[in-house]
């Protein structure tokens, strides 16, 4: 039996107005469960209080953070299309990003989270725009700034700068003048933030603030154990899609190739990031979505038979099940 996945590749439009309608209610379902939501007290003292806002408010929460979501879904479209990262028409990483999103109801109260998101993926724009060009200081100080300013929310944004480095050799690009431009676009914020921060408040005891951002733990261990298995799927469906792309690599063009190991090391850094420091796990998750939608829309997309088309299948059904089960059986 041929599984045909055509029609959520290429939906019409009524059927991408039934997705995104199916998506919007898994995305409110987690006004069934907010009593289990975890809070996030993460970032610096402004972001902490508007975290601490919206944790307190779950339907503005929700409706600001879908809206940013359904931006960085737009964004997601329009750089696959404009660099053919995926060769041809694909409505499925804005479908695989949006219902990740939708099932990870943490992430709905950390807004800031998504907002830095676009930030960091105009900067993938940018960066995406230099290839072999030695000469790009301007598109290298751009990139490193927006991500930079990320940084001003939650601090370990700023590990994304050696991954601008990485992309600048993939996309042969690297020169002292580049370099140089990413250095200055990522302390030129935090200068005139900590000029700032010093005169308002003379005691610099917010520096411990900025230090502990980066407390290294493993908060996915006191996750619940349904949520574990549920991220082991993800991971195995993952790694099964990477092993498709990395086969199919060699029929795109060696600036598609680059831009798609940029892409890979973006998500296991982000993957990484989530992972270690304890108090951002929900941060880099919709960093986390991003990468993996984009990079297991690839092979789902272009390989031909059935084995992806289960795989589509599974990736769905298990983020259905999932928002199911804690429907059902709330996290305590």
Request: hydrophobic share 60%; glycine share 4%; with cysteine.
């Amino acid at each position: 039996m041929k599984i045909e996945i055509r029609n959520y590749v290429v939906p019409s439009i009524p059927m991408a107005l039934l997705l995104i309608i199916l998506v919007t209610i898994i995305w409110f379902s987690d006004l069934f469960i907010h009593k289990s939501i975890q809070s996030v007290n993460a970032g610096n003292a402004l972001s902490v209080e508007l975290n601490q806002y919206f944790n307190q408010h779950l339907a503005i929460s929700n409706i600001v953070s879908l809206l940013l979501t359904a931006l960085n879904a737009l964004l997601l479209g329009q750089l696959n299309n404009k660099y053919t990262i995926i060769r041809t028409r694909t409505f499925l990483p804005v479908l695989f990003y949006v219902l990740l999103m939708a099932c990870w109801h943490e992430t709905h109260t950390v807004v800031l989270s998504h907002l830095v998101l676009s930030f960091v993926m105009v900067a993938m724009f940018v960066i995406f725009n230099v290839y072999r060009n030695r000469n790009a200081s301007e598109q290298a100080f751009l990139s490193s700034f927006l991500v930079a300013v990320s940084s001003l929310f939650f601090e370990p944004m700023i590990l994304y700068i050696p991954l601008l480095w990485i992309g600048l050799i993939l996309f042969h690009s690297l020169s002292l003048r580049n370099f140089l431009a990413t250095i200055i676009g990522a302390v030129t914020p935090w200068i005139l933030y900590l000029v700032v921060r010093a005169y308002l408040q003379p005691d610099i005891l917010w520096l411990n603030q900025l230090t502990s951002s980066f407390d290294i733990g493993f908060s996915v261990l006191t996750r619940p154990f349904s949520e574990i298995i549920y991220l082991i799927v993800l991971f195995i469906l993952f790694m099964i899609g990477l092993v498709g792309l990395t086969s199919n690599m060699n029929q795109d063009s060696m600036q598609t190739r680059s831009m798609l190991i940029f892409i890979i090391y973006f998500a296991f850094l982000s993957f990484i990031y989530s992972m270690i420091f304890v108090k951002h796990f929900f941060v880099f998750l919709p960093f986390v979505g991003l990468g993996y939608a984009l990079l297991l829309s690839h092979p789902v997309t272009l390989k031909k038979g059935n084995f992806f088309g289960i795989i589509f299948m599974i990736f769905i059904f298990v983020n259905i099940i999932f928002v199911a089960f804690n429907i059902l059986f709330p996290p305590q």
